[in-house]
């Protein structure tokens, strides 16, 4: 197997049953991909494709049933379950559909917790969240409940925890999708734009298409099977 | 922060949960008072009493449980030992008198009112007796049959005038009364027994030695220095009361772990989403682990607020309603069951824990 240097992730072959027996579910058959840093990779398929399957295992948060998954130029296989919940910690960034936002704590905490994961200083936590938030526009908000703001300040609160820690990799699950569609347009440039700016690897699940535009690599899903990329 | 957060989030059920488990801690706080006010009343006569040596009939071991009957003739002979500076005969009987309609027991003790030795350990209001016709009573029982000084009891045939209220002289079941040994002696009907002899030597003598010289000298007796027969009469105390007070205290705690793991795990199910957006974003296991022993123990410090907040107010109340539940509190209990909550507050939170522990990242993605 060969593994690209300077790759952020990689899928060689990969194919996911669950249940694993003959009958079993086929979520992905035979993918190959890989991910750069600079890129915004768009993943679109309809419901049940298997793009979030693909999105898991990106994160290492499942093994393939075949085929192999490398994250930052090492087998999934040869990480720890300490190792894996690290790089979650430091190297991978999440943002959901519904930003999963911890209702308990403010949109500041909400942030800096983050970065307490990845194990950063108290005092710095607060400084750079700070920071994270006035560059998005919610400063603000630091104070505020997340149930207390709106969708799309919401979603910003999820880039900025996604970002805090510097990940190279962001794993964007329908980020558009509880937005309204100018607000989702939005968060799509301002995520492309952090991928330019800083070299990340932003990869994005969605059912929307006006997304294509902004993406530099666009795979489709399809029964768990990708189609011909459109651009590469 | 996070575990302050849920909390605060909600007040009012982990207000109430608090208050819960803070009776849970009540409980706890009041049955060790409880045990150290017997172990005080039970023992605090043998203790506080100047004697040195304490003679019994042959077999017996202490005042509280068992029999001691002794001819009043062998004082004379006990005081002619070398090194005997004083011998007061006691004479302790289980006397059941009638007051206002009801039954009541006391555990009668008749002393020489002239030593006064074998007297009450500490007298609050009054004086001693001073003859045949009088008594001293215990606070505990005087508050309950509302008992001034100056009233009279009656015994027996006779009404004897209370003369001093005492104290530690409680000993839950039963309070100690003093009178004089004549008395004593006229109410079981026989003029030359008693049960103990207190035995106070001379300055410098050598106690081994003295009480080899009393057991050879008297037949079917057996004598304790101070320290042996506290021991005893503390033993014989506690082999009554402990087991039972250990296990009204053990279903507390009991009862404490399974609210505080309840309220634990009704939290994590709750909260099970965010549990997993943590795990999905890289929080290390001791991190959320830590977090549900936080809740358990913010929980249970305040459970410990309110119950000592409750307790001193609770205690006055117990000793109103029941006099002759004897309490005592010392700072020491309460560090005692500080440590113990503390200590429950960490096994609370292993099931919890469990409980987190299979909860899997992947779920944010359902």
Redesign the interface.
């Known amino acids: 197997m060969i593994v690209k240097k300077n790759t952020i992730a990689q899928l060689i072959n990969v194919s996911k049953r669950y249940d694993e027996t003959s009958r079993g579910t086929i979520a992905l058959k035979n993918i190959s991909f890989a991910a750069n840093p600079g890129e915004m990779i768009l993943l679109l398929g309809p419901s049940g494709s298997g793009k979030?399957t693909f999105?898991?295992l990106l994160?290492g948060?499942?093994r393939p049933t075949s085929g192999e998954v490398i994250l930052f130029e090492k087998h999934l296989t040869e990480y720890s379950r300490?190792e894996l919940?690290?790089?979650?910690?430091?190297r991978?960034g999440?943002i959901?559909q519904t930003f999963?936002l911890?209702?308990?704590?403010t949109v500041l905490?909400n942030v800096m917790?983050?970065m307490?994961?990845?194990g950063t200083e108290k005092d710095k936590c607060r400084m750079t969240a700070m920071t994270y938030l006035k560059q998005l526009g919610i400063q603000d908000l630091s104070d505020s409940l997340p149930s207390k703001i709106s969708q799309g300040e919401k979603q910003r609160v999820a880039i900025a925890?996604a970002l805090v820690n510097g990940a190279e990799l962001i794993i964007a699950?329908e980020p558009t999708g509880n937005l309204a569609s100018r607000q989702g347009m939005e968060i799509v440039e301002l995520l492309k734009q952090r991928c330019i700016d800083e070299n990340r690897c932003v990869i994005i699940a969605s059912h929307d298409e006006r997304i294509i535009s902004l993406a530099s690599k666009v795979l489709y899903l399809n029964d768990g099977e990708m189609l011909k990329p459109d651009r590469e | 922060?996070?575990a302050l957060?849920?909390i605060?989030?909600q007040r009012l059920r982990y207000l109430l949960t608090s208050i819960g488990i803070s009776f849970c801690i009540l409980l706890m706080f009041l049955l060790l008072a409880i045990y150290k006010g017997v172990s005080y009343g039970s023992v605090e006569y043998v203790r506080s009493g100047k004697a040195d040596l304490w003679i019994l009939q042959e077999h017996a071991t202490n005042i509280l449980r068992s029999t001691s009957l002794l001819p009043s003739t062998y004082q004379e002979g006990l005081m002619k030992i070398n090194g005997v500076r004083s011998v007061s005969p006691v004479l302790f009987i289980l006397a059941s008198i009638k007051l206002r309609e009801t039954n009541a027991s006391l555990y009668l003790t008749g002393i020489e009112p002239d030593s006064g030795i074998g007297g009450p350990p500490e007298i609050i209001r009054g004086r001693n007796i001073l003859s045949d016709n009088e008594i001293v009573l215990d606070m505990a029982f005087a508050a309950k049959y509302k008992i001034r000084i100056g009233d009279k009891v009656p015994v027996r045939n006779d009404s004897l005038i209370v003369t001093g209220i005492c104290t530690g002289t409680n000993m839950f079941v039963i309070q100690y009364a003093f009178i004089s040994l004549k008395k004593a002696q006229d109410i079981i009907g026989f003029r030359y027994v008693i049960s103990a002899y207190q035995v106070i030597a001379m300055p410098g003598a050598d106690l081994d030695a003295l009480r080899t010289e009393i057991c050879s000298e008297f037949k079917n007796i057996i004598v304790y220095d101070r320290m042996t027969f506290l021991k005893n009469n503390m033993q014989e105390m506690e082999s009554g009361i402990i087991p039972i007070l250990f296990i009204v205290i053990l279903i507390s705690a009991i009862v404490l772990t399974a609210i505080l793991s309840l309220i634990l795990s009704v939290s994590i199910l709750e909260k099970h989403?965010?549990f997993a957006?943590?795990?999905?974003?890289?929080?290390?296991?001791g991190?959320i682990q830590g977090l549900v022993f936080k809740l358990s123990a913010i929980l249970s410090a305040s459970g410990l607020f309110f119950g000592l907040i409750f307790y001193f107010p609770v205690v006055s109340i117990v000793g109103k309603i029941a006099p002759e539940v004897a309490t005592k509190t010392s700072p020491m209990q309460i560090v005692v069951i500080s440590s113990c909550v503390m200590l429950i507050s960490a096994l609370s939170s292993i099931l919890p824990n469990l409980n987190v522990s299979k909860i899997?990242?992947?779920e944010?993605?359902k």
Do not use: C, H, W
Not at chain 1, 85 to 90: G, T, V
Not at chain 1, 102 to 105: D, I, N, Q, V
Not at chain 2, 277 to 285: I, Q, R, S, T
């Open positions: 979030t999105l898991t994160a948060m499942q300490n919940q690290e790089l979650r910690a430091k991978i999440f959901f999963l911890l209702e308990s704590l905490q917790m983050v307490r994961f990845a925890r699950d | 922060m996070y957060s849920i605060i989030e989403r965010d957006v943590m795990k999905a974003l890289g929080a290390p296991n991190f899997y990242p992947l944010v993605f």
